[in-house]
C-alpha cells in the first residue's frame, strides 16, 4: 500500500479510536428562543431544499472522508448508498491521491455509481494543479469541488507540508474550475480574516469546519515521533467561526463537531445554507452497520422536521431570525473576536 492509502487507512483507525459522540462544545453553549404556541405542524417538506442545483430531502450532508484506500472503497461505496436512499449530499475525502496513484480511482469513483443522479461534492488539497482538480471533478461528475485548508494538521503529520503559500494556485483553481468551490478547513475553524481575503478574490461559498469534533492534530500526534499534543487547542470552535463567517455575507456552510438534529439546526440558525457531519455518521455505520447509519439518517430528518415545527418554522427561509443567546463563555469569547 502506498503511503498516501496506508495515511487514509491510519486516519480511519485513529478517527474512531478518539471518537467521543457526546463530546461538549461550542453548539451546548449557544441557545434558541422558542415560542411556545408555534401554530405550526412537523412537515417533511418543510426541511425540503437543493444543493448545486440538486433536490435534496434535507439541509445536512456527509462531509468529507473517505478515498484512495481499500477501507476507503468499502466505506465510499455505503456512503453512496445511503446518500442515494436519504437524498442528501455527499462530500467525498481528499482525491489529490489521484494526481499520482490514478489506480484508486474506483474508491471515489464507487460512490457516484452508488448515487448516480445526486449531489457529489469532490474534494482536493490547496497545491493541486487546477487541471488535475478538473480532471477529478470530471471523472466523478462531481457537483462541486471543495478544497481543504488544513495547515495545523499538515504540520502536525509527521510527513506533511510545510511550505502555505497557496494563494496563487487557489485563484488559478478559481478561474478554471467549472463547478462551485467551497473552501473549507478540516476541524480548525475558517477565520473571517481568510474568508474576507478569498471572498475578495472571487471565492463564494465557505465551510467553516471549526472545532468541536474531529481533532486533527490529536489523528496526527498518535503517528507523530514528537509530542505535539498542544497543536489541539487551536481551533476556532464552530459556533463563533459561523458567527464571523457570516458576517462577511458569503455561502456558508457550518460543519466541525456537529452531534445531532439540534446541532443540525443550529448551524442553519448561524446563517449555514447546509450543515455538514463527518465522523458521527463514519462511526455510526463502523460501530454498527449501513444500516443503522440509513436509519439513523431518516430519524435525523424527522427530528429536524420537528424541530422547525418547535421553533415556529414553516420552512428553511427565516431560521436566522430566530432569537439567540449564549452562556457567558461563549459570549465574552464572541465579544472578543467582534
Ligand atoms: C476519517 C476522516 C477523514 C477525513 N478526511 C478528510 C479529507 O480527505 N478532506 C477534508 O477536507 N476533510 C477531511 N476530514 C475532515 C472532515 O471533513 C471534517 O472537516 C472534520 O472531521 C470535522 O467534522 P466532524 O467534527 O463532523 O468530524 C476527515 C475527517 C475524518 C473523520
Not at 458567527?243 to 452531534?259: F, P, Y
Request: glycine content about 6%; overall charge negative.
Amino acid at each position: 500500500m502506498s503511503i498516501r492509502s496506508k495515511r487514509k487507512e491510519e486516519h480511519l483507525v485513529l478517527a474512531q479510536t478518539f471518537f467521543q459522540s457526546e463530546k461538549a462544545n461550542s453548539f451546548d453553549q449557544l441557545h434558541l428562543l422558542r415560542p411556545a404556541l408555534p401554530e405550526t405542524k412537523v412537515d417533511l417538506a418543510a426541511i425540503k431544499t437543493t444543493m448545486f442545483g440538486k433536490e435534496i430531502n434535507a439541509p445536512f450532508f456527509i462531509n468529507a472522508m473517505t478515498g484512495g484506500s481499500p477501507k476507503s472503497l468499502t466505506i465510499n461505496k455505503e456512503l453512496g448508498k445511503i446518500a442515494n436512499q436519504t437524498k442528501m449530499g455527499l462530500a467525498l475525502g481528499s482525491a489529490s491521491i489521484l494526481v499520482k496513484e490514478h489506480a484508486q480511482l474506483d474508491s471515489f469513483l464507487v460512490a457516484r455509481e452508488a448515487n448516480p443522479d445526486g449531489v457529489i461534492i469532490a474534494n482536493v488539497n490547496a497545491k493541486t494543479a487546477p487541471k488535475d482538480a478538473q480532471k477529478i471533478v470530471d471523472e466523478l461528475q462531481a457537483d462541486a469541488l471543495q478544497i481543504h485548508l488544513n495547515t495545523v494538521q499538515e504540520i502536525a503529520m509527521p510527513e506533511g507540508e510545510r511550505d502555505f503559500h497557496w494563494l496563487d494556485n487557489l485563484k488559478n483553481l478559481r478561474q478554471e474550475i467549472t463547478v462551485p468551490i467551497i473552501i473549507k478547513e478540516v476541524g480548525f475553524g475558517l477565520d473571517q480574516a481568510t474568508i474576507r481575503l478569498l471572498k475578495n478574490e472571487g471565492f463564494e461559498w465557505f465551510d467553516v469546519a471549526g472545532s468541536g469534533g474531529t481533532n486533527f492534530a490529536q489523528i496526527e500526534n498518535a503517528r507523530n515521533q514528537n509530542d505535539l499534543s498542544y497543536l489541539e487547542d487551536l481551533g476556532l470552535p464552530t459556533v463563533i467561526a459561523a458567527m464571523m463567517a457570516q458576517k462577511e455575507e458569503v455561502n456558508l456552510i457550518v460543519s466541525g463537531g456537529v452531534r445531532n438534529p439540534l446541532d443540525v439546526f443550529k448551524g442553519l440558525c448561524l446563517g449555514g445554507q447546509y450543515v455538514g457531519i463527518s465522523n458521527v455518521f463514519l462511526q455510526a455505520m463502523e460501530q454498527n452497520s449501513p444500516e443503522f447509519l440509513l436509519q439513523m439518517i431518516q430519524n435525523w430528518q424527522h427530528e429536524l422536521a420537528g424541530l422547525l415545527a418547535i421553533y415556529g418554522q414553516k420552512d428553511l427561509t427565516n431560521l436566522t431570525s430566530i432569537k439567540q443567546y449564549f452562556d457567558l463563555p461563549l459570549q465574552d469569547l464572541i465579544m472578543q473576536l467582534s
